[in-house]
């Protein structure tokens, strides 16, 4: 599940979590909501098709 928060110092961010509640990834802050929630979308969208480059 994805979760959008408030940061402290302004703006938003979004956590991507796994269905243990375990924290998978986060964003970067956001200035607006509605920028952190096309974060969101862009993940859900292009993650099912992101290639996978093993860098070891």
């Known amino acids: 599940m994805f ?12 956590h991507l979590k796994a269905n243990n509640g375990e924290k998978l990834c986060h964003s970067e802050v956001y ?18 098709t992101a290639p996978v480059h093993d860098r070891t």
């Open 3 to 14: 979760e959008i928060f408030r940061a402290n110092g302004g703006g938003y961010f979004w």
């Open 31 to 48: 200035t607006t909501k509605q920028a952190a929630q096309a974060g969101v979308d862009a993940v859900k969208r292009i993650a099912p």
